[in-house]
């Protein structure tokens, strides 16, 4: 089957803009997870999805960013007004399920630039 | 929160040597896992512990966590250029489902 799958893979927009950015999980992993990688640093929890709610949006930077779920399927993250250290990668991952015993599985990333 | 040190932030190495990255937590940890992202890829699962002194051998990676389960540790034997990129370790943090990923250790691997 095939993996996890983000769209775009690259994403340059203008500062102020408003970007959506697309995660397509595992079929049947109810666990989806957002991440923010900047250049050369470690993975950022943003939000965590079991099924279409959301229990932890504990990590979103702040109210210009905002993550929806449909069922158990794709994902979008919204960043809205985009500022200039919106800049990094942006990773999904899903597990089968949310426990800690679950290994997850990662997508490709969207790499946004702010200009 | 919890938080989580790894050591070295980045290595570099002659081809044939041996690696070691290291990771530690303040708080007792349930199970670590282990990722490894290539330069420009993804981060890829490596392996999970779950338990006190547990050790793992993935062919020349031999993966350990202390016996306080507080400490967990990556070591690659004979390092080969394909072993280059960023390994990170992952507790689970102090919810079920969600893990703390490390700053990360950079290999690189001189030919």
């Known amino acids: 089957g095939a993996g996890v799958s983000q769209s775009p893979s690259n994403k340059v927009t203008e500062k102020g803009k408003d970007v959506e950015l697309r995660c397509d999980p595992i079929?049947?992993?109810?666990?989806l997870y957002w991440y923010r990688q900047r250049l050369g640093q470690g993975l950022e929890f943003l939000i965590y999805?079991?099924?279409?709610?959301?229990?932890?949006k504990s990590g979103l930077p702040s109210d210009r960013f905002s993550a929806e779920r449909t069922g158990e399927s794709v994902s979008t993250l919204t960043i809205q007004r985009t500022q200039q250290e919106d800049s990094a990668v942006y990773l999904c991952?899903?597990?089968?399920?949310?426990?800690?015993?679950?290994?997850?599985?990662f997508g490709p990333g969207t790499r946004l630039t702010v200009l | 929160g919890q938080q989580v040190m790894q050591i070295p932030q980045y290595q570099h190495v002659q081809e044939g040597e041996d690696f070691t990255t290291y990771c530690n937590s303040s708080t007792t940890l349930s199970n670590i896992q282990w990722y490894k992202q290539r330069p420009g890829g993804h981060p890829v699962f490596l392996i999970q512990?779950?338990?006190?002194?547990e050790v793992k051998k993935q062919k020349r990676l031999t993966f350990q966590f202390g016996e306080a389960k507080k400490n967990s540790s990556l070591h690659i034997t004979a390092t080969q250029t394909t072993d280059v990129g960023t390994y990170f370790c992952?507790?689970?943090?102090?919810?079920?489902?969600?893990?703390?990923f490390g700053s990360g250790t950079r290999l690189l691997v001189r030919p």
């Open positions: 079929s049947g992993h109810t666990a």
């Open positions: 512990l779950v338990k006190s002194g």
């Open positions: 991952a899903s597990s089968p399920s949310g426990t800690w015993n679950n290994e997850q599985f």
């Open positions: 999805f079991q099924g279409n709610s959301a229990p932890d």
């Open positions: 992952a507790p689970a943090g102090d919810s079920s489902y969600k893990l703390i």
